[in-house]
């Protein structure tokens, strides 16, 4: 990352994101709170198995240009996120649309034990799911959790 061409990347996107932060002033949404929902009939979460995360703004606003995007995250490791995995794989960034006070994931989770997921619009983060994972065997879209 000594190269200039790096720095000069990085620089970009830090003025890119200082910017937007500020434009975007006090009315920015927030991420009120992250649910997850099974993909079909399931009992639990289990690896393997993919499930929808939808993050709710704050300020109920519909698609105005002051909606930030959102990213989702699980701080523990040991998943997979689509489509911003798919993204990172090719060092590019996603981050979802906020649409209708909603912004969307699926997640796989690829370990058993505890996983804590976020979803966040700024720097100030968002809420935190903890969650337990078990064993699973996904059957068409739902899921078997032992």
């Given amino acids: 990352m000594n190269s200039p061409r790096a720095r000069i990347a990085a620089l970009a996107v830090s003025v890119c994101v200082a910017v937007a932060s500020w434009s975007a002033g006090a009315a920015r949404a927030d991420v009120a709170?992250?649910?997850i929902l099974p993909l079909g009939p399931?009992?639990?979460y289990g690896t393997g198995c993919t499930y929808a995360l939808v993050a709710t703004t704050k300020?109920?606003?519909q698609n105005t240009s002051r909606d930030l995007p959102v990213s989702f995250?699980?701080?523990s490791g040991g998943s997979y996120l689509f489509p911003q995995d798919d993204f990172y794989a090719r060092k590019q960034i996603y981050v979802s649309p906020v649409l209708a006070d909603r912004s969307f994931a699926?997640?796989?989770?690829?370990r058993p034990g505890k996983h804590r997921l976020t979803a966040?619009?700024?720097s100030a983060g968002g809420p935190i799911r903890t969650i337990t994972v078990r064993p699973g065997t996904p059957i068409g879209p739902g899921c078997l959790v032992r």
């Fill in 59 to 61: 300020d109920g606003k």
């Fill in 33 to 35: 709170r992250i649910d």
């Fill in 42 to 44: 399931s009992a639990g």
């Fill in 120 to 122: 966040y619009q700024t």
């Fill in 73 to 75: 995250y699980d701080l």
């Fill in 106 to 110: 699926l997640w796989t989770p690829t």
